[in-house]
């Protein structure tokens, strides 16, 4: 498999422009003395988008030449791992994506050989499919390394080549050398995972042992250093058959094959840079009824507000109702403002499902920085409980109910929204509940990108962010579950469960936040519901719930065992504001008692 992008010369970098990762491949492969090649390597360069958010990647197979099927293990290893990893979701991290696919590919294997010996056709010494796996993803500044077995990565950097992965293979006697791991071999694979920087002019060696057991590190540092200082694909693919000619001159008996990465350039956050970048659209000024921008024209103002200006607006073609959303003009020198706002749009494109708002993207024909999306019918959940103050579990339930699909649509993505609060939740006429506003989104691929700025404070709203988001600047799906626990609690009581925060407030350690109980603002509801919302909204995320489906399935059954724990503790530990208000009534009935004694003696 050959790259896409061809460069006979790394690409020259616009004057106005970032820095962006520009590597090429080159590689040779043959049986050499034997009579079957059973070595297998592939490479890619995908279209830009995907280049940023996926990576390009380079990897390389040796079967097991004691399996029956070892080329066409080896085979599908390199072209399955390929294909497969950009059918992945382009939210998900590197290593979640490259992982789901290792594990699947290893379990087809291992399957193949299992049922062929659960028909006592084969013994374990015996099976068909097995292969060595290296792999490395090349993505922004980054590359991360995947391997399985004696297959080699190294790393020519500045006349120095270092082996950066390490051989999974034992010397048994003189010359016997025994795989410890490979692909197909056990269900439960073990796979060698780390990262290594990017720099411009380095060079990924990708070798099967036909090459690295007979040439020498430094054969080939005198190879690698012949290279020019702009390679193309063809010129490292002719390096790659000169070292496999090497290898076979110096007695290689084994195939041998040779894979060549070489970075031209890779990003680098120059901040000046990345924000002339963000501001090659212009914010638009805001709009009033009536105006157009492009072919869409203004009919309602739907929100306006220091951050954002969102309309109904009318695209004058197709006659369609769309919700129109521009940043405001006081954040025409917010890099990270404006970086959230076209991540939103970005996410938007990839996001389709039920409980959140479609969002169609940037204009990319247009001058003006906006992105359009869905027009929902609808009202705020803030202005749902201002109309229903004291709604029943029921409703309460049907509302979160509808949150928690949306929330584990994006948890299954590798995204956390980061700014769960009523205001970002819409209901429409229907009683359908819709996630908006994504802005401040956590994207785990992109979050390891270069030119991604890197957020200077804690994402979200006050009264409504997970301490560990505060104490940490960390958040995952559980901080999420944290700000929908909160949700809950304010949709029963019009409260928050915590005393409102203040922007000044300084944030030390868990112990900080209080929980106050549920029945301090509706007596009438179950103690139950109390302990479910104490524990959704644990101030330590390790005492949490879980996962989505555990905290719902406790709002629709009670746990018993957990009511029960909840009244064996101190009244301390239950409700600290109902003992400390016990005990101040305590000590002024004494303090009454006293006075009372002293007035009536003589």
């Known amino acids: 498999m050959s790259d896409k992008n061809n460069h006979s ?4 970098k616009p004057a106005n422009q970032a820095a962006k990762l520009q590597l090429c491949f080159g590689g040779y492969s043959c049986a050499g003395i034997k009579e079957e090649n059973q070595d ?18 380079a990897c390389i197979a040796d079967g097991v030449s004691s399996a029956n099927k070892a080329a066409e293990a080896s085979q599908l290893a390199v072209t399955q791992f390929i294909s497969d990893y950009y059918t992945t979701p382009e939210t998900w991290s590197t290593r979640k994506s490259a992982a789901k696919v290792i594990t699947s590919l290893n379990q087809w294997l291992f399957s193949q050989n299992s049922a062929l010996d659960s028909q006592h056709y084969l013994s374990e010494q015996q099976q068909q499919w097995l292969t060595t796996f290296s792999a490395i993803i090349l993505k922004s500044a980054t590359g991360y390394i995947f391997h399985v077995g004696d297959t080699r990565i190294s790393k020519y950097r500045q006349q120095s080549l270092e082996v950066i992965s390490q051989d999974h293979s034992c010397k048994q ?26 720099k411009p002019h380095d060079i990924f060696l990708l070798t099967c042992d036909g090459i690295h057991e007979f040439l020498t590190a430094q054969q080939l540092k005198t190879a690698l250093a012949s290279l020019s200082t702009t390679p193309d694909n063809q010129e490292l693919e002719q390096l790659s058959k000169t070292i496999v000619e090497q290898a076979l001159a110096a007695g290689s008996n084994d195939n041998v094959s040779c894979l060549l990465a070489f970075i031209h350039q890779v990003p680098h956050k120059q901040l000046a840079e990345i924000e002339r970048e963000l501001r090659e659209k212009s914010i638009p000024p805001a709009l009033s009824i009536g105006q157009s921008i492009d072919n869409l024209q203004i009919k309602k103002i739907l929100h306006a507000s220091s951050r954002s200006h969102i309309y109904l607006v009318e695209d004058k073609t197709s006659r369609e109702l769309f919700t129109l959303k ?21 996410l938007g494109k990839r996001v389709k499902h039920d409980n959140i708002m479609a969002v169609y993207g940037l204009n990319n024909q247009s001058h003006f920085l906006y992105h359009t999306g869905e027009y929902i019918d609808g009202q705020t959940l803030s202005q ?12 309460v339930r049907d509302i979160i109910k509808q949150i928690i699909s949306a929330l584990r ?44 700025l890197t957020a200077l404070s804690p994402q979200g709203s006050l009264d409504y962010i997970a301490p560990e988001t505060l104490l940490s600047m960390q958040a995952n799906h559980l901080s999420d579950l944290f700000s929908l626990g909160i949700i809950c609690y304010e949709m029963l009581t019009g409260q928050l469960p915590y005393p409102p925060q203040s922007p000044t407030m300084s944030y030390l350690s868990y112990q900080q936040w209080r929980y106050r109980s549920l029945k301090q603002f509706r007596p009438d509801l179950p103690l139950w519901l109390d302990v479910t919302l104490q524990q959704a909204t644990q101030p330590n995320p390790a005492l949490r719930f879980q996962a989505f489906s555990e905290f719902f399935s406790y709002l629709e059954k009670p746990n018993i065992d957990a009511v029960n724990e909840y009244k064996s503790q101190p009244l301390l ?30």
């Open 9 to 12: 010369s790394p690409p020259k």
């Open 40 to 57: 297998a390597f592939a490479a890619l360069v995908p279209n830009t988008t995907e280049l940023n958010s996926k990576g390009a990647i």
């Open 173 to 198: 006697g003189t010359n016997a050398v025994i795989l410890t791991r490979a692909l197909g071999a056990d269900s439960r694979l073990q796979v060698d995972v780390h990262q290594v920087d990017l």
């Open 326 to 346: 521009a940043p405001s003009e006081n954040f025409v020198e917010d890099a990270h403002y404006l970086q959230a706002f076209m991540r939103e749009a970005w």
């Open 384 to 395: 749902w409980m201002y109309d229903n103050p004291k709604p029943s579990i029921a409703q």
């Open 409 to 452: 649509a994006l948890q299954r993505l590798d995204i956390v929204h980061r700014d769960l609060k009523p205001d970002n939740i819409m209901i429409d006429k229907y009683g359908q509940v819709k996630l908006i506003d994504y802005g401040a989104v956590f994207i785990a691929s992109l979050d390891e990108n270069q030119d991604t």
């Open 573 to 602: 530990e239950r409700n600290p504001v109902q003992f400390w208000q016990g005990t101040s009534l305590i000590l002024l009935l004494c303090l009454l008692a006293a006075m009372a004694t002293i007035f009536s003696s003589p």
